[in-house]
């Protein structure tokens, strides 16, 4: 798709959210309970960068909003998971707070995304 769909660096962004979530799930507790959904996390923060690099090569603006709906859809996900973490006591230190506001900020990029795709969709 049109590079113009895209922010400059939002494909370096995610890649650099989904380092951040492996350092951290790697300095997670050894605890099942912690491993599990540090597990969680790590399947959905690692895959956003991944649909978002999916959707630079999209065959269509369909294939596009499909692709960067599943990465908002999997940034949303880890946001979730990163909640149930820190709520649950078993990470509290401050990065998982920057983890969390990177993954509302994500969040709120992939949202704008897809509705001004639907917007220019439904225009032309």
Do not use: C
Request: charged share 25%.
């Amino acid at each position: 798709m049109p590079s113009e769909r895209r922010p400059p660096d939002l494909i370096a962004r995610t890649r650099a959210f989904s380092l951040a979530t492996i350092h951290f799930y790697s300095g997670m507790p050894r605890q099942p309970v912690a491993q599990i959904l540090g597990r969680q996390l790590l399947r959905s923060a690692t895959s956003v960068g991944a649909q978002y690099r999916e959707a630079q090569r999209a065959k269509s603006t369909a294939d596009f909003l499909s692709k960067t709906e599943g990465a908002l859809q999997e940034v949303d996900e880890a946001g979730y998971w990163l909640e149930l973490i820190q709520d649950s006591g078993i990470q509290t230190d401050n990065s998982i707070n920057v983890l969390r506001a990177e993954a509302r900020e994500l969040l709120a990029i992939f949202v704008a995304i897809t509705r001004k795709v639907k917007q220019n969709k439904l225009r032309n």
